[in-house]
């Protein structure tokens, strides 16, 4: 994709960046609330745990990683940040790290594995009309199928008339120069086998002469 094409892909997806967009950091214990798909049914699923890394910070293409411990067994899920899925999010408490990234804490299970707490500043984003801006990225993405199918078919209904063009310029139409099958063709009449026998009996006695 060249450099112009990136700029306009980002302009045109800059519509679906949150207005309320969350401050969260490596280290910060959260609440995320997503919306998840289960059927023709919706409901919230709540993933509670520790903020082990962020990537890309409130830009467009930003996210950050969760993880906590369920029975024993470390589960991590990354979310991005403007998700139109992710509907709110909460901040439980702050801990006191020193690095950008905390995958050391995949080695850690138990007591080991807790920081060291830093406040409980608690705080909640969540974004307004999640159900609206759903709906209208469901349209466009219909929209832009649409307009694919749209050219795929003129693209071909394009190719299909050329290859008639180049055809007709070369003067050959299908089936013109093809043989016929011994059934197309039609045996000559009783006079012709007639004149064909009588010259065939010439021959005959010219020879024995």
Request: no cysteine; glycine share 6%.
């Amino acid at each position: 994709m060249k450099v112009k094409e990136k700029i306009m892909h980002k302009v045109n997806l800059s519509k679906f960046m949150k207005k309320n967009i969350p401050d969260i950091h490596t280290g910060d214990t959260v609440k995320v609330h997503q919306k998840i798909k289960e059927g023709d049914k919706e409901r919230v699923q709540i993933f509670e745990g520790l903020v082990i890394a962020t990537h890309g910070g409130k830009s467009l293409d930003g996210s950050f990683t969760v993880r906590k411990e369920s029975f024993g067994v470390g589960v991590e899920r990354i979310f991005p940040v403007h998700s139109p899925r992710v509907v709110k999010i909460e901040r439980i408490k702050q801990s006191k790290v020193r690095r950008s990234k905390l995958y050391f804490m995949r080695e850690l299970s138990g007591k080991n594995a807790r920081l060291k707490e830093l406040n409980r500043d608690y705080a909640m984003w969540e974004e307004k009309g999640v159900e609206e801006e759903l709906e209208k990225i469901a349209e466009e993405t219909a929209k832009l199928a649409e307009a694919a199918a749209a050219e795929k078919e003129a693209e071909e209904a394009e190719f299909e008339k050329k290859a008639e063009t180049a055809i007709k310029a070369h003067g050959h139409t299908p089936g013109e120069n093809e043989p016929k099958d011994e059934e197309d063709v039609t045996p000559g009449s009783a006079e012709d086998e007639k004149k064909a026998q009588s010259t065939e009996e010439k021959a005959d006695k010219a020879a024995e002469k």
